[in-house]
DNA sequence: CATTCAAGCTAACGGGTGTTAGTCTAGTAG
DNA sequence: CTACTAGACTAACACCCGTTAGCTTGAATG
């Protein structure tokens, strides 16, 4: 659940905090008095760290971003092969939702409570990272290795399968790395270009 | 993105426009100021329909959560092939959630916003859903149809799979049941028991 | 025509919200 | 030892929220 790692400090307990709670009550559900009490200190010191409610959201929200998507270029970095590409994008984005879920999983209630360039700057981050899983699919259907019938719809798909913060329980019986690797096998086999008899499809070319 | 379709009365533009606001900007995000507004009527007019906000909020999870789970029992009724099933219970799912989205996708923030009764009553509406997908996979797995590694975290990553709302718009490519026919045949593509050699699985068993 | 009542309205209340002003204190630099 | 400052605190402000009380209106009923 932490954010940028930084326990230590105020400020960083503040984003840890905070960071718990958006999730769990939403941005506009949780009040700063509350976040406070988390932190264990009163409402107005924690204007000593952030200048308002929303800078302290900006800052879970771009940093929880950043940080995804640049995990997912480091990742990516030399794996030439196209489905162990896809692979570590899966595991990637299972992992990234059970450490901080704001990364990947942006609610419309969250983003209009954004001012308009942060809106934009995090906006543009998920695009790109959407462009990477995109340009994956694409490659795949050219390279005749995949059976994509709609690369948007598929790519959606694809992250929706990922957003496991919903469901996922510390305890459980498996890990999110366990569970990274069971989507990604799964999507593998869906995507692969097999047995034209098992593919009894409604998709006509 | 109506809910009960009763939209020449007063109290059911209530439910239409709250079910869309509530969606946009999320329960506490909407004001009964606003509210009355897209209405076309003031705030406490409100009150002549529904004793509260929260039980504008019931109405709708429950109606939608209601309508969403009988429409399920009545289309798998009668159809006995598991991979049809399959197909009909995705294809719905999708529909429902172009339809009415706070039928499938009730977030944490609603949910502790409701009283405790109207929350247990929608939990096991939506646990009695998952079941029926979790033993269509049971099924199908007994009967060695299909390759079902762990039920439980491939009933939720199907369920995610259909959660377009976020993203599905109504002037894009593709209509809803086209949407939910594309995945179907994904899922069950990737379900389906095939050419071992396929399986360069991470699952031992 | 008189009565009733559903359903709109205005005005306001009590409480909670994000935020600010100003104060106190403990640790640090000179 | 003194001066300074980071960072906590108390008190309060201005505003917005859900909700209520009480009034008005217009259509339906007898």
Redesign the interface.
């Known amino acids: 659940m932490k954010v940028a790692s930084h326990p230590q400090t105020t400020e960083g307990r503040i984003l840890e905090v905070a960071a718990e709670l958006f999730d769990?009550?939403?941005y506009?559900?949780t009040t700063m008095r509350e976040l406070a009490s988390g932190v264990g200190v009163k409402a107005a010191s924690l204007y000593n760290h952030f200048p308002s409610k929303q800078a302290i959201l900006v800052r879970i929200c771009l940093d929880g971003m950043r940080e995804f998507y640049d995990g997912v270029l480091v990742r990516l970095q030399e794996i030439h092969d196209l489905r162990e590409r896809m692979r570590q994008l899966i595991i990637w984005q299972v992992e990234a939702e059970t450490r901080s879920p704001y990364a990947t999983r942006i609610?419309?209630?969250q983003l209009?409570?954004l001012n308009p360039q942060s809106r934009r700057e995090l906006i543009d981050l998920r695009d790109s990272f959407e462009r990477i899983l995109d340009n994956l699919l694409n490659e795949g259907k050219a390279q005749e290795i995949w059976h994509v019938?709609?690369v948007r719809?598929?790519c959606?798909?694809i992250i929706?399968?990922?957003?496991?913060n919903?469901?996922y329980k510390t305890d459980g019986?498996?890990t999110p790395l366990q569970?990274g690797?069971?989507?990604?096998?799964?999507?593998l086999?869906?995507l692969?270009v097999?047995?034209p008899v098992?593919?009894q499809?409604?998709?006509r070319a």
Chains 1, 2 share one sequence.
């Not at 929706?160 to 496991?164: E, F, L």
């Not at 690797?181 to 999507?187: G, H, N, S, T």
């Open positions: 769990e009550r939403g506009r559900g609610s419309d209630e209009d409570a019938p709609h719809v598929l959606q798909g929706g399968i990922c957003k496991v919903p469901w019986p498996l569970i690797e069971m989507y990604a096998a799964f999507i086999k869906a692969a097999g047995d098992l593919e499809g409604s998709e």
